[in-house]
């Protein structure tokens, strides 16, 4: 086969008539013998191969695809709404959940230990210089801890002291 | 094709019901398989609608979903490791009146008169023999009658890559059916 028939007949594989051909091409083939052989089997097999554009599905196939397409297609968009709604709360929900335990944490970290002043009243004003009085209170969690002393107690409550085994507001001598 | 974009299902439906026959029998020339073929078909169409909001307008609707189900259907070969198979639809009866079955009806002889289903059964084994990449060329070109230019887009190579796949398909095609061919 000669360069230029190579060439002739890469080009012609794509027509399908001879009328559909360039000029060029039409006179090649009937310059060319081989070319011309070469052109009707190519149009034989193609048209062979052609005859299986009459293999058609039946009509309940293509429903029964485009049916299932739909059913999942109505899923996902449902899904991608609740997904959406999800997406949109979630941020806020986020900030909230971050609020909450940095809030949390804080209030754990800086809050005084569960310590309460009873008789709160007694310990608000008593003159200096005037009948000194003690004042009496006791701790609300009795539970027994080793670090709670007297000492604990005035770190706390500096004006607060403890002397001779009762705790005294300081400037109230007894 | 715009309200299919902005997920309408009854816009999208409309352009399945368009395009399902041409992409359908695009996906089952290539598998020679009518099972394979629906639940590909299916794939591509969930596929589409997925990604129906990136497609551009460069091309038309038909040659980008057509370029999905050809990247599907390739890559489902490549992975069904063994030939299926084959499962065929029945021959449309419209065949009867078509040139090139008349023709080779007329060649026929008492001796070798095959019979209609036996010439598909051959056709699809003979198509089953390419590879992937030259069979998309044939089926597209010689089934479907899609112009080569448009497959050289649908395939991402140069027209000159297309008629070059189509005239070695052939040479292939014409050995395997040399005795119905002439």
Known sequence: MKCACNKVRRQLVVYGTESDLPEDLRRKLSDCPACREFWSETRRVSGLIGLKRFETPDDLALLRCRSAVRRNLSEIQRSTAWGGLWNAAWPALRFGLAALFVGLLSWHVWSPPRVALLDAAEYDVAPVNEEPELVHFRIADERPNPEFSPMWVSNWMPQVQHRGGAFQLIGHEP | MR????????????????????????????????????????????????????????????????????????????????????????????????????????????????????????????????????????????????PHEEIAKMLNCSAGTVRSRLFYARQLLQAELAEYAR
Do not use: C
């Open chain 2, 3 to 146: 309200q299919a974009q902005t997920g309408n299902l009854e816009a999208y439906d409309e352009l399945m019901r368009r395009h399902q026959l041409k992409i359908y029998g695009l996906i089952y020339n290539m598998t020679g398989n009518r099972h394979d073929t629906e639940d590909l078909l299916q794939e591509v169409f969930l596929k589409g609608f997925k990604v129906i909001k990136r497609f551009r307008g460069k091309s038309s609707f038909y040659t980008w979903i057509y370029r999905i189900a050809l990247n599907r259907t390739i890559n489902f070969l490549k992975k069904r490791k063994s030939r299926a198979a084959l499962s065929l639809n029945e021959m449309d009866i419209a065949l009867e009146s078509d040139p090139s079955f008349l023709e080779w009806r007329s060649r026929q002889t008492p001796v070798r008169d095959a019979a209609l289903s036996e010439l598909q059964e051959k056709l699809n084994s003979a198509l089953q023999t390419l590879s992937e990449k030259h069979r998309a060329v044939v089926v597209l070109h010689d089934v479907q009658g899609v």
